[in-house]
């Protein structure tokens, strides 16, 4: 049985961290998911993971839009080599930490630094609560210290992470906060502390990259969910914590995995918005999957 437990305290969140996160954009035509992407990631994590001191994060910031605008014209231009290496010079690097202790860390941060930026969230969060306004009983799976759903009368919101300091600035300490690991779930197990059948909406944004076995996790989350329940996910597979990612994203393999954890009725579809002009161009869009279960 996989542990769960109530989060009570509630810290306020600062701008304690040092370091900014600066999204750079990935030099390589190679598309998301392939081969080539994935060694181009490895050989240069320091820009899947760029981070400056909060002093630099404006003048990484002009130099990222630079870079972006240089690879778009031509992915050999001439510019590149030499603002690849102001960026790595402005570059700092995380204290000597476990990439989980480092995501700990990171609930310290202000809300616009990560996840696609502030203004993607405020679409994100305002497409899902009016697309589940009617819905009673919703979990918000994976979700960290940030909340894509608002609050609306009637409506309950359950908070789930393994990360106590991230529930701990939960923006809404008002509703129910549970710690608990889903990676810690083995195949048959589900989650105790939720009754079957509970949550008319689970709702995943930007955790599908770092299951263990989303396959054990999903089944164990359709068990939670009414017969008519849906499981939700919003990603993009150009953000993401890479310390601590399993996978990449793409929709066809997340419905895929859905399919095999037993549910049915799978539709995905791009969200008509995206965290910049780079992505846009380059493919790394948001997206919407939605799953329903089948219940045996």
């Known amino acids: 049985m996989v542990p769960c437990e109530i989060v009570t305290t509630v810290v306020p969140r600062e701008p304690l961290y040092p370091g900014r996160h600066v999204h750079l954009p990935r030099l390589t035509t190679a598309p998301c998911g392939t081969k080539e ?45 030499r603002l690849v290496s102001e960026l790595k010079a402005l570059h700092c690097s995380p204290e000597d930490r476990t990439p989980l202790d480092e995501w700990r860390w990171m609930a310290y941060q202000m809300p616009d630094d990560i996840g696609g930026g502030i203004e993607a969230k405020k679409k994100i969060r305002t497409y899902l609560s009016d697309r589940y306004a009617t819905r009673n009983d919703i979990l918000e799976a994976m979700c960290g210290f940030n909340s894509y759903l608002v609050p609306r009368a009637g409506q309950t919101v359950i908070a789930l992470d393994y990360c ?14 549970v710690r608990c690991d889903l990676n810690q779930l083995s195949d048959d197990e589900y989650l105790e502390c939720f009754p079957a059948g509970q949550f008319d ?28 329940g849906v499981l939700s996910f919003v990603e993009n597979p150009g953000h993401g914590y ?54 045996d």
Request: hydrophobic letters at 35%; charged letters at 25%.
């Open 37 to 81: 992407h994935d060694e181009w990631v490895r050989n240069n994590f320091w820009m899947v993971d760029y981070q400056v001191l909060f002093t630099q994060k404006d003048k990484a910031l002009a130099l990222a839009a630079d870079l972006r605008a240089s690879f778009v014209q031509n992915h050999n231009h001439p510019e590149i080599p």
């Open 242 to 295: 890479e310390g601590i990612c399993k996978r990449e994203f793409s929709p066809s393999h997340c419905g895929r995995i859905l399919w095999q954890a037993g549910f049915r009725s799978i539709t995905r579809q791009r969200l008509p918005f995206t965290a910049n002009s780079f992505e846009e161009k380059s493919g790394y869009h948001f997206y919407h999957v939605e799953a329903r279960g089948n219940p």
């Open 164 to 177: 106590r300091e991230a529930l701990e600035r939960y923006p809404y300490p008002e509703r129910r906060r």
């Open 201 to 228: 909406v689970i709702s995943i944004c930007f955790g599908f990259r770092y299951l263990n076995d989303p396959i054990v996790a999903f089944r164990a989350l359709r068990r939670s969910l009414q017969t008519d």
